[in-house]
């Protein structure tokens, strides 16, 4: 299907701009700013700004900042981290302009933790060798960079920002660049943006599992309409599952984070009899990269028929936890969780898609003026398994050199030229239960393509959802929960036609088989 749109009537509306940027978290805000205020640029957002994995982002940014710390470390626990498969061009590029990007959000007032002698809090993560996580609010880095990055772009006179708007496809001219995109806005009514630069910044694809640290709104529709558009994508298989998510006896879709943060600065994994399971698993126990502590908590809890194990913080005094993580704090004890001396229970979850929209060092992809940054885009910098707090890190960097790029791109001359909307045979209307469907991918990716996947299961959750995905290519229903759906199962399909053709284990895709 190239397009999810049905038809384009004659009296369809136009906006143009010279930038148009997919989504509101730090990789699109960020991109924003670094947009020469020459160029007329605009910010869609499916939400309001606090409707973002960037919101919820707990941990920190990584980057080699402290005295002891240099970016060939920081690129070799990457490189560990990533499986042996990062693109080193792409790891190089991080580690060495990252620090720069921290300094520019200190001047930007972001306002990161301070220690006692009133410099840069830095801690450490798992699969980190050194202290090089710098955090803002304790527990709420995201949530405190979104609010500052949004607050100046709010002064930038050249940039819109558009809420509760819709990305349905991108349009393409004869030669296959980038025309602009259609909309769907908060009304359910369809326009057009004409632009030549169009910047992916959609953030992940969690709605695909059952249980997910992400919001609600990450459906993977700029992945989708990418792939829609003819844009490569790469790395698909490699979902990172969070060892830590918060376990309830309740369905929740959204689970609650217990950040990397938490074991870095000292909490233990337990099983229930007190046992520490992960020593001996990996030189680095509790602190060993992600896929590793997943599969061991996994393990551990096959092992013994439970549902959960448990995060031991109860070495650190109330004063501490209070201040250092309010928000995990706060969180727990709404749920009858004193971490001063309870056990914290638990559990993988799905957290971040690892792979994404193919790009190259200037976030651009395989569509003329087409780019993609952060979690959307697959950089080349996470290889099989993501490196905690490397991700807002990416957002920062490769979200600057696509703004760089496009600016460059902009200040060439070119012939304005009339793009043609493309015409379209209209689908037949559909009714269907669209929750149900969610519900089937939900359940069909987590049972068949979770922390540890097998070739079975995997080609026959592929030929469900290959089933779902034809049927709702036949047909048409307006409206945002139709889309969803559509590009749930898009995404769906790519991650096990991926994970099946990788026959080996490696990093966060792991095969019994």
């Known amino acids: 299907m190239r397009y999810a749109a049905n038809e384009f009537p004659d009296n369809t509306g136009h906006l143009k701009y010279d930038v148009v940027i997919i989504g509101s978290g730090i990789a699109g805000l960020y991109t924003a700013l670094h947009i020469d205020e020459r160029y007329s640029c605009c910010i869609l957002s499916k939400g309001d700004i ?178 829609r558009a003819g844009a490569a994508v790469n790395g698909m298989e490699f979902i990172q599952f969070h060892p830590t998510g918060l376990w309830s006896d309740k369905k929740e879709n959204r689970a609650f984070l217990i950040s990397e943060s938490v074991r870095g600065e000292g909490g233990l994994l337990k099983n229930a009899d007190g046992e520490r399971f992960m020593v001996g698993q990996h030189e680095l126990a509790e602190l060993a990269p992600r896929d590793i502590v997943a599969r061991g908590i996994t393990r551990e809890m096959h092992k013994r028929g439970e549902s959960h194990v448990f995060v031991d913080f109860t070495s650190k005094s109330r004063d501490y936890l209070e201040h250092r993580f309010p928000t995990i704090y706060n969180e727990c004890m709404s749920r009858g969780i004193d971490i001063t001396k309870d056990w914290i229970p638990v559990c993988p979850v799905q957290h971040y898609l690892i792979g994404g929209i193919k790009t190259n060092l200037h976030a651009k992809t395989s569509v003329e003026g087409l780019y993609a940054c952060g979690e959307a885009a697959s950089t080349g910098v996470h290889g099989a398994n993501r490196l905690a707090s490397n991700s807002m890190l990416e957002c920062l960097v490769f979200g600057r050199r696509a703004a760089e790029h496009i600016n460059a791109r902009l200040a060439e001359p070119v012939e304005e030229e009339k793009v043609e909307l493309p015409k379209l045979v209209a689908r037949p209307l559909i009714k269907r239960d669209f929750e149900a469907d969610r519900k089937e991918i939900q359940e069909l990716m987590s049972e068949y393509c979770f922390v540890a996947r097998n070739g079975q299961g995997m080609n026959y959750a592929l030929e469900r959802i290959n089933k779902l995905y034809n049927e709702l290519q036949e047909g048409f229903c307006p409206g945002k929960e139709y889309l969803e759906i559509l590009n749930l199962a898009t995404i769906a399909r790519e991650i096990l036609s991926a994970a099946i053709a990788r026959k080996e284990s490696v990093g966060a895709h792991y095969r019994e088989d």
């Open 50 to 227: 606090d409707v973002s994995n960037s919101w919820l982002a707990q941990g920190g940014i990584a980057a080699a900042i402290s005295m002891d710390d240099r970016p060939k470390y920081h690129f070799e626990d990457t490189s560990e981290a990533g499986a042996g498969i990062c693109d080193n061009s792409a790891v190089s590029v991080l580690v060495s302009e990252g620090p720069s990007d921290i300094k520019r959000l200190v001047e930007m007032r972001v306002p990161f933790d301070l220690n006692e002698e009133g410099d840069l809090d830095i801690t450490r993560e798992g699969g980190h060798r050194r202290r090089r996580i710098v955090h803002a609010g304790g527990d709420a880095t995201g949530r405190e960079t979104v609010k500052a990055l949004s607050i100046l772009v709010s002064r930038r006179h050249n940039v819109t920002f558009m809420p509760h708007n819709f990305c349905v496809d991108i349009l393409t001219d004869e030669k296959g660049a980038v025309s602009g995109c259609v909309v769907l806005d908060q009304s359910s009514t369809q326009y057009v943006l004409d632009t030549r630069s169009v910047v992916i910044a959609t953030g992940g694809i969690g709605q695909v599992y059952k249980v997910s640290t992400n919001p609600d709104v990450a459906t993977g529709d700029g992945i989708a309409a990418a792939m």
